[in-house]
Protein backbone atom coordinates (compact mmCIF):
# COMPACT_ATOMS: atom_id res chain seq x y z
CA UNK A 1 0.00 0.00 0.00
CA UNK A 2 1.41 3.62 -0.67
CA UNK A 3 -1.64 5.53 0.14
CA UNK A 4 -2.03 9.39 -0.85
CA UNK A 5 -1.63 12.05 2.06
CA UNK A 6 -1.61 15.80 2.58
CA UNK A 7 0.59 18.01 1.70
CA UNK A 8 0.92 21.75 2.72
CA UNK A 9 2.53 24.22 0.70
CA UNK A 10 4.60 26.19 2.25
CA UNK A 11 6.02 28.09 -0.30
CA UNK A 12 6.31 28.44 -4.07
CA UNK A 13 9.24 30.14 -5.98
CA UNK A 14 8.57 31.46 -9.73
CA UNK A 15 11.89 31.68 -11.41
CA UNK A 16 10.30 32.03 -15.01
CA UNK A 17 7.09 31.89 -16.50
CA UNK A 18 7.50 28.20 -17.02
CA UNK A 19 9.91 27.43 -14.20
CA UNK A 20 8.83 27.14 -10.31
CA UNK A 21 9.71 25.35 -7.54
CA UNK A 22 7.35 24.36 -4.82
CA UNK A 23 7.90 23.21 -0.63
CA UNK A 24 6.08 21.74 0.89
CA UNK A 25 5.34 20.13 4.51
CA UNK A 26 3.92 16.07 4.55
CA UNK A 27 4.04 13.29 6.41
CA UNK A 28 5.83 10.97 4.30
CA UNK A 29 7.88 8.11 4.93
CA UNK A 30 11.80 8.60 4.91
CA UNK A 31 13.33 8.56 1.24
CA UNK A 32 16.70 8.29 -0.61
CA UNK A 33 18.39 11.29 -1.99
CA UNK A 34 17.62 10.68 -6.03
CA UNK A 35 13.82 9.09 -5.74
CA UNK A 36 10.99 10.98 -7.05
CA UNK A 37 7.51 10.90 -5.32
CA UNK A 38 3.85 11.72 -7.32
CA UNK A 39 2.10 14.81 -6.82
CA UNK A 40 -1.51 15.09 -7.45
CA UNK A 41 -4.91 17.10 -7.22
CA UNK A 42 -8.26 16.98 -8.41
CA UNK A 43 -8.81 18.08 -11.87
CA UNK A 44 -11.52 21.16 -12.20
CA UNK A 45 -14.89 20.27 -10.97
CA UNK A 46 -14.13 16.30 -11.46
CA UNK A 47 -13.20 13.76 -8.31
CA UNK A 48 -10.61 12.62 -10.65
CA UNK A 49 -7.37 13.10 -9.68
CA UNK A 50 -4.16 14.44 -11.72
CA UNK A 51 -1.35 13.26 -11.00
CA UNK A 52 2.58 13.45 -12.24
CA UNK A 53 5.91 11.97 -10.98
CA UNK A 54 8.35 14.32 -9.82
CA UNK A 55 11.94 13.87 -8.25
CA UNK A 56 13.05 15.78 -4.76
CA UNK A 57 15.64 18.38 -4.58
CA UNK A 58 15.93 18.68 -1.25
CA UNK A 59 18.25 16.15 1.37
CA UNK A 60 16.13 13.40 2.83
CA UNK A 61 17.93 15.11 6.04
CA UNK A 62 15.61 18.10 5.50
CA UNK A 63 12.26 17.95 5.88
CA UNK A 64 10.99 21.17 3.73
CA UNK A 65 10.17 19.23 0.50
CA UNK A 66 11.17 20.80 -2.22
CA UNK A 67 10.17 20.07 -5.83
CA UNK A 68 11.25 21.37 -9.10
CA UNK A 69 8.72 21.53 -11.93
CA UNK A 70 8.81 22.96 -15.19
CA UNK A 71 5.13 24.64 -16.62
CA UNK A 72 3.98 22.63 -19.79
CA UNK A 73 1.89 24.59 -22.09
CA UNK A 74 -1.45 23.14 -21.81
CA UNK A 75 -0.30 21.01 -18.97
CA UNK A 76 -3.39 20.04 -16.75
CA UNK A 77 -1.16 19.72 -13.34
CA UNK A 78 2.02 21.99 -13.53
CA UNK A 79 -0.43 24.84 -14.03
CA UNK A 80 -2.82 24.24 -11.39
CA UNK A 81 0.59 23.45 -8.87
CA UNK A 82 2.15 27.32 -10.36
CA UNK A 83 -0.90 28.28 -8.97
CA UNK A 84 -1.06 27.55 -5.57
CA UNK A 85 -0.95 29.73 -2.71
CA UNK A 86 0.89 29.29 0.94
CA UNK A 87 -1.33 27.37 2.98
CA UNK A 88 -2.79 25.04 -0.19
CA UNK A 89 -3.09 21.40 0.09
CA UNK A 90 -2.39 18.82 -2.36
CA UNK A 91 -1.70 15.16 -2.55
CA UNK A 92 1.75 13.48 -2.32
CA UNK A 93 2.22 9.82 -1.75
CA UNK A 94 3.37 8.68 1.60
CA UNK A 95 6.35 6.24 -0.23
CA UNK A 96 8.81 7.24 -2.69
CA UNK A 97 10.28 5.15 -5.94
CA UNK A 98 12.66 4.59 -7.57
CA UNK A 99 16.54 3.18 -7.96
CA UNK A 100 18.15 6.56 -9.05
CA UNK A 101 20.34 6.67 -5.82
CA UNK A 102 23.93 6.25 -5.24
CA UNK A 103 23.52 2.71 -3.02
CA UNK A 104 22.97 1.24 -6.70
CA UNK A 105 26.22 2.71 -8.29
CA UNK A 106 29.20 0.62 -8.32
CA UNK A 107 32.10 1.72 -6.85
CA UNK A 108 34.25 3.69 -9.48
CA UNK A 109 37.00 6.31 -9.58
CA UNK A 110 34.50 8.83 -11.41
CA UNK A 111 30.66 9.35 -11.30
CA UNK A 112 29.43 11.81 -14.04
CA UNK A 113 26.16 12.99 -13.37
CA UNK A 114 24.19 14.66 -16.85
CA UNK A 115 21.13 16.32 -16.33
CA UNK A 116 19.14 18.27 -18.45
CA UNK A 117 16.12 21.14 -17.12
CA UNK A 118 14.78 20.07 -14.08
CA UNK A 119 16.12 16.61 -13.60
CA UNK A 120 18.91 18.96 -12.26
CA UNK A 121 16.73 18.01 -9.26
CA UNK A 122 17.80 14.14 -8.05
CA UNK A 123 21.23 15.36 -8.57
CA UNK A 124 20.96 18.35 -5.69
CA UNK A 125 19.21 15.83 -3.39
CA UNK A 126 22.12 13.45 -3.64
CA UNK A 127 24.73 15.73 -3.30
CA UNK A 128 23.22 17.69 -0.35
CA UNK A 129 22.67 14.68 1.83
CA UNK A 130 26.17 13.28 0.61
CA UNK A 131 26.06 9.47 1.68
CA UNK A 132 28.18 7.29 -0.54
CA UNK A 133 29.63 9.96 -1.85
CA UNK A 134 33.27 8.27 -0.75
CA UNK A 135 33.39 5.43 -3.05
CA UNK A 136 34.18 7.81 -5.82
CA UNK A 137 37.36 9.58 -6.26
CA UNK A 138 35.32 12.55 -8.66
CA UNK A 139 32.33 13.50 -9.04
CA UNK A 140 30.85 15.56 -12.49
CA UNK A 141 27.96 17.35 -12.53
CA UNK A 142 26.94 18.36 -15.78
CA UNK A 143 23.55 20.34 -16.42
CA UNK A 144 22.26 21.71 -19.56
CA UNK A 145 19.67 23.71 -20.51
CA UNK A 146 18.30 25.87 -23.29
CA UNK A 147 18.80 29.38 -22.09
CA UNK A 148 21.17 30.83 -18.99
CA UNK A 149 18.56 32.24 -17.08
CA UNK A 150 17.14 28.99 -16.63
CA UNK A 151 20.29 27.90 -14.47
CA UNK A 152 18.21 28.02 -11.56
CA UNK A 153 20.25 26.02 -9.36
CA UNK A 154 23.41 26.83 -10.33
CA UNK A 155 24.02 28.96 -6.56
CA UNK A 156 23.16 25.73 -4.61
CA UNK A 157 25.85 24.03 -7.58
CA UNK A 158 28.66 27.00 -6.22
CA UNK A 159 28.10 25.90 -2.69
CA UNK A 160 28.20 22.05 -3.42
CA UNK A 161 31.21 22.74 -5.56
CA UNK A 162 33.20 24.72 -2.03
CA UNK A 163 31.73 21.73 0.39
CA UNK A 164 33.36 19.08 -1.69
CA UNK A 165 36.81 20.41 -1.72
CA UNK A 166 37.67 20.14 -5.34
CA UNK A 167 36.22 16.59 -5.82
CA UNK A 168 33.14 17.84 -7.68
CA UNK A 169 33.70 19.24 -10.75
CA UNK A 170 31.06 21.36 -12.27
CA UNK A 171 30.29 21.97 -16.25
CA UNK A 172 26.82 24.28 -17.42
CA UNK A 173 25.61 23.91 -20.73
CA UNK A 174 23.37 26.30 -22.70
CA UNK A 175 22.63 25.84 -25.78
CA UNK A 176 20.04 28.14 -27.30
CA UNK A 177 22.00 31.54 -26.61
CA UNK A 178 25.57 32.53 -25.87
CA UNK A 179 27.23 32.03 -22.37
CA UNK A 180 31.26 33.00 -21.80
CA UNK A 181 30.70 30.26 -18.57
CA UNK A 182 29.02 27.37 -20.35
CA UNK A 183 29.63 25.28 -23.12
CA UNK A 184 26.98 25.42 -25.75
CA UNK A 185 25.89 22.23 -27.52
CA UNK A 186 23.57 19.34 -27.14
CA UNK A 187 25.54 16.47 -24.48
CA UNK A 188 25.47 14.16 -27.12
CA UNK A 189 27.32 16.33 -29.44
CA UNK A 190 29.70 17.70 -26.85
CA UNK A 191 30.79 13.58 -25.58
CA UNK A 192 31.08 13.12 -29.77
CA UNK A 193 33.93 15.82 -29.95
CA UNK A 194 35.11 15.07 -26.56
CA UNK A 195 34.74 18.93 -25.72
CA UNK A 196 33.14 17.89 -21.87
CA UNK A 197 36.07 15.68 -21.21
CA UNK A 198 38.74 18.48 -22.61
CA UNK A 199 37.40 21.07 -20.54
CA UNK A 200 36.71 19.07 -17.44
CA UNK A 201 40.30 17.23 -17.95
CA UNK A 202 38.97 13.40 -17.08
CA UNK A 203 37.86 10.89 -19.43
CA UNK A 204 35.11 8.83 -19.52
CA UNK A 205 35.98 4.86 -20.07
CA UNK A 206 34.68 1.73 -19.15
CA UNK A 207 37.51 0.86 -16.77
CA UNK A 208 36.81 3.31 -14.33
CA UNK A 209 33.50 5.90 -15.08
CA UNK A 210 29.70 5.36 -14.41
CA UNK A 211 27.71 7.54 -16.02
CA UNK A 212 23.72 9.23 -14.44
CA UNK A 213 21.73 10.45 -16.92
CA UNK A 214 18.41 11.57 -15.97
CA UNK A 215 16.23 14.40 -18.07
CA UNK A 216 15.25 14.54 -21.65
CA UNK A 217 14.38 10.93 -23.16
CA UNK A 218 15.54 12.35 -26.46
CA UNK A 219 18.96 13.04 -24.93
CA UNK A 220 19.15 10.54 -22.56
CA UNK A 221 18.75 7.92 -25.46
CA UNK A 222 21.43 9.43 -27.82
CA UNK A 223 23.89 9.37 -24.99
CA UNK A 224 23.50 6.30 -24.34
CA UNK A 225 23.82 5.24 -27.77
CA UNK A 226 27.00 7.41 -28.02
CA UNK A 227 28.72 6.02 -24.87
CA UNK A 228 27.66 2.01 -25.79
CA UNK A 229 28.86 2.28 -29.54
CA UNK A 230 32.11 4.34 -29.32
CA UNK A 231 33.08 4.01 -25.13
CA UNK A 232 32.14 0.25 -24.70
CA UNK A 233 29.61 1.06 -21.61
CA UNK A 234 26.57 -0.76 -20.95
CA UNK A 235 23.18 -0.10 -19.31
CA UNK A 236 23.13 -0.90 -15.09
CA UNK A 237 20.72 -3.60 -14.00
CA UNK A 238 20.54 -4.58 -11.04
CA UNK A 239 21.10 -8.31 -11.40
CA UNK A 240 24.42 -7.49 -14.15
CA UNK A 241 26.87 -4.42 -13.30
CA UNK A 242 27.01 -2.06 -16.05
CA UNK A 243 28.17 1.58 -16.60
CA UNK A 244 25.14 3.65 -17.42
CA UNK A 245 22.21 4.27 -14.52
CA UNK A 246 18.87 5.55 -16.46
CA UNK A 247 16.01 8.04 -14.92
CA UNK A 248 13.92 9.37 -18.39
CA UNK A 249 12.16 12.86 -16.75
CA UNK A 250 8.88 12.71 -18.65
Not at 115 to 138: H, M, R, V, W
Request: glycine share 6%; charged share 20%; hydrophobic share 40%.
Amino acid sequence: MNPWINAEVLQIKKWTKNLFSIFLNADISNFQAGQFTKLALYENNSTKKIQRAYSFVNAPSNKNLEIYIVRVLNGKLSNLLYNLKIGDNIFIKKNSFGFFILKEIPDCETLWMFATGTAIGPYCSILQEGKDIEKFKNIVLVHAVRYKNELIYLPLMKKLYIKYHGKLKIQTIVSREKDNDSLSGRIPFLLAHNIIEKKIGLNINNQNSHIMLCGNPLMVKDTYLFLNKHKGMNKHLRKKNGHITIENYW
